[in-house]
Structures are given as structure tokens and as C-alpha cells.
């Protein structure tokens, strides 16, 4: 399977805990992007790379997040001191950021589903 | 920053019929505005996308329209089929890339 791929699929934590989740990007995407997404709304921009750095993170994004992309291949995103507000699906997607047309196109992961109890 | 407003937020047409789903947009420099299909516990999946340097992009039974002047989007399914039952996202982007989603419209084509 050459798509974005995300492990776990579903975490249930307790409130106070922290969570890491994992996402690899399609093999060939420089850019890397995790967004959030709530039940009945549309997701949410957290954050970006583009190969090791990043570029940007949403004022979505407390200091209890934090991301990292170390070596320009897969993400992992990690909460800390969970709270249930936390609540949601986090995906990630990649992208290919070229000089083409196809540059912006961005292809989502499957998710991880998190449940803080 | 850049906000995108959806409408309708649900939608139930006969199979055959066409539906119409809009979107506006806030800041005139995003460029890019993307449509994405999202069933019930799947990834959003894109079906269409449209670059503002074009009004107008199909492909089989969908398009999609765009209006810079008035910064708004359409997406257009005709012969609909119940299979195309599912939650309808629109977004837009600048050249950062970040995608900025509408609230989404939950799309159901009856039988």
C-alpha cells in the first residue's frame, strides 16, 4: 500500500496522559501536514512540514502538542497532560511541493481516533 | 485569516438528480480549492480540485465552478447515485498550502 498510513488507528487514554501517534507519509511527499477534525466539522490545520522543518503551526496548537518530522520521512505528533477537549480524529496528510500542477494536492491518511476518558 | 463557509449543511436529492454544494471564501490570494468525499469513518478522499486560474474543471459526472469576483465555489453532481452518499468538504488554500475546510455538507441520494 503506497498511501499516507497512521498507527494507531484508535487510542483511549485516560485524562493527564500522554499520547503519541505516528504518520507515514506517501514516500515520494516533501510536505507532511496534521490537521484535527471534530464530529460534524471539517478538519482542522494543526501544523506542517516540509521534509525536516517546520513551517507553520495553528494557534489550534497549545504548548501540550508537539510534532516532529526528524529525519524528513515519518511524523509523529505527540499530547501531553491529555484533556477531553482533546477528543477528536487526527489526521495527517502529504503532498508533493514541486513546480507542477500536482503540487498541492493533498492525500489524507486513514487517522487516528482518540478518546480521552 | 482565511474563512470558508459551506452551505447547505445537508442535502437529499432522488437518484438521478443533481446537487449543488457552494462555498465562499475570505481572502481573495488563496488560489487553490480543493473538494474531498468523506464516508462514514474514512479518510476524506479528494474528487475534484480547481486553481483560480481556471472558471471551470469536470470530470464525468462532477464539476466545479469558481467565481473569484465574488469568491465563491460550486461543486456540481449530476446523475447522482446513491453511492455518492457521504459528507462533502470544500477548502481553499494559499500558496503555503494549508488547507482551510468548510463545515462540510452531508450529502444523501435516495434510491
Known amino acids: 500500500d503506497t498511501g499516507v498510513s497512521q498507527d494507531p488507528r484508535h487510542k483511549i487514554t485516560k485524562r493527564g496522559q500522554n499520547v503519541t501517534f505516528r504518520c507515514d507519509p506517501i514516500?515520494?511527499?516533501?510536505?507532511l501536514y496534521w490537521y484535527r477534525q471534530t464530529l460534524g466539522q471539517g478538519p482542522e490545520f494543526l501544523t506542517y512540514?516540509?521534509?525536516?522543518?517546520?513551517?507553520?503551526k495553528s494557534r489550534l496548537l497549545s504548548d501540550r502538542f508537539s510534532a516532529e518530522r526528524p529525519k524528513g520521512s515519518f511524523s509523529t505528533l505527540e499530547i501531553q497532560r491529555t484533556e477531553q477537549g482533546d477528543s477528536a480524529m487526527y489526521l495527517c496528510?502529504?503532498?508533493?511541493?514541486?513546480?507542477?500542477?500536482?503540487?498541492?494536492?493533498?492525500?489524507f491518511g486513514p487517522g487516528t481516533r482518540l478518546l480521552v476518558l | 485569516g482565511e474563512n470558508v463557509e459551506q452551505h447547505p449543511s445537508t442535502l437529499s436529492v432522488q437518484e438521478g438528480d443533481s446537487a449543488v454544494i457552494k462555498c465562499t471564501y475570505s481572502d481573495s490570494a488563496s488560489n487553490y480549492f480543493p473538494w474531498y468525499k468523506q464516508e462514514l469513518g474514512k479518510r476524506p478522499q479528494l474528487i475534484i480540485d480547481?486553481?483560480?486560474?481556471?472558471g471551470e474543471k469536470k470530470d464525468q459526472r462532477i464539476a466545479v465552478t469558481l467565481n473569484k469576483t465574488a469568491k465563491h465555489f460550486s461543486l456540481h453532481i449530476t446523475e447522482t447515485q446513491p453511492e455518492d452518499s457521504a459528507v462533502y468538504f470544500c477548502?481553499?488554500?494559499?500558496?503555503?498550502?494549508?488547507?482551510?475546510f468548510g463545515t462540510g455538507t452531508r450529502l444523501q441520494v435516495f434510491p
Open positions: 512540514f516540509q521534509n525536516e522543518a517546520q513551517l507553520e
Open positions: 514516500s515520494e511527499h516533501n510536505r
Open positions: 477548502a481553499a488554500s494559499m500558496e503555503t498550502d494549508k488547507l482551510i
Open positions: 496528510a502529504s503532498s508533493f511541493y514541486g513546480t507542477g500542477d500536482e503540487r498541492e494536492t493533498q492525500y
Open positions: 480547481i486553481r483560480s486560474n481556471v
